[in-house]
């Protein structure tokens, strides 16, 4: 099992460009989650998924979009990059309820400049 | 408002020592809650897990205490090791239907040799 991965491992993106962060998950999860992680912070939730065809907004979800359309897979959008932006991303996935473990992938470093 | 409190960004101690790391919650509905071991340029790992329905799991080295009316959770790795050197978050879940976590901002432990 691979587990989580991410692709790509870094990115630098100008003012206003778009891009997709992948996130491929081979443990039959349900549930997928992308965070962001700002230094010194922790990681906060920026949209989850409990199954194909279902998302919902985490805590800070504006500036990004995501889908669900296999269980496999949950790509995030992020159109019109901002400053504010560049952070390090991370996926996760868990079965869910009652196992809450998450599992993450490796991470993508982002810099918009 | 922070719900996962972390307030010692940083401990140091010695190998073959222990090491406690502290975290603090303030949303009563939480009850279920995770250790997650960072490395640098690496995804978080699951590290030990606890519900609210006991005040003490024990995996190896790793024990995590549950004390639900002071709403505060430690994590003791006994003994330390220089492998142990890591950031540690502290996460919490409402099993009454939540699927997210909420993370702590993560303490930064360093075991020297």
């Known amino acids: 099992n691979a587990g989580v991965t991410q692709t790509p491992k870094f990115r630098i993106l100008k003012i206003g460009q778009s891009m997709t962060l992948q996130c491929a998950q081979d443990?039959?999860?349900?549930?997928m989650y992308w965070y962001r992680q700002d230094p010194g912070m922790g990681l906060k939730l920026i949209y989850y998924s409990v199954g194909a065809g279902i998302t919902d907004k985490g805590e800070v979800p504006n500036g990004y979009n995501v889908s669900r359309s296999t269980t496999e897979d949950f790509p995030l959008r992020l159109e019109l990059a901002a400053p504010s932006q560049t952070s390090v991303y991370f996926c996760?996935?868990?079965?869910?309820?009652?196992?809450?473990?998450?599992?993450f992938g490796p991470g993508t470093r982002l810099t918009v400049t | 408002d922070q719900q996962v409190k972390q307030n010692s960004p940083s401990l140091s101690v010695q190998e073959g020592r222990i090491s406690i790391l502290n975290c603090d919650y303030t949303?009563?509905?939480?009850?279920?809650f995770l250790w997650y071991k960072k490395y640098p340029a690496e995804g978080p790992t699951f590290l030990i897990s606890?519900?609210?329905?006991?005040d003490k799991n024990e995996d190896g080295r790793f024990t995590v205490f549950l004390n639900k009316s002071a709403k505060h959770l430690s994590l003791h790795i006994v003994p330390s090791q220089p492998g142990d050197s890591a950031v540690y978050f502290c996460a919490a879940s409402d099993q009454g239907g939540s699927e997210k976590l909420v993370f702590g901002k993560g303490t930064k432990l360093t075991v020297n040799p």
């Open positions: 606890i519900s609210s329905i006991k």
């Open positions: 949303n009563s509905m939480f009850d279920y």
């Open positions: 443990m039959n999860h349900n549930y």
């Open positions: 996760a996935s868990s079965y869910g309820p009652p196992r809450y473990e998450q599992y």
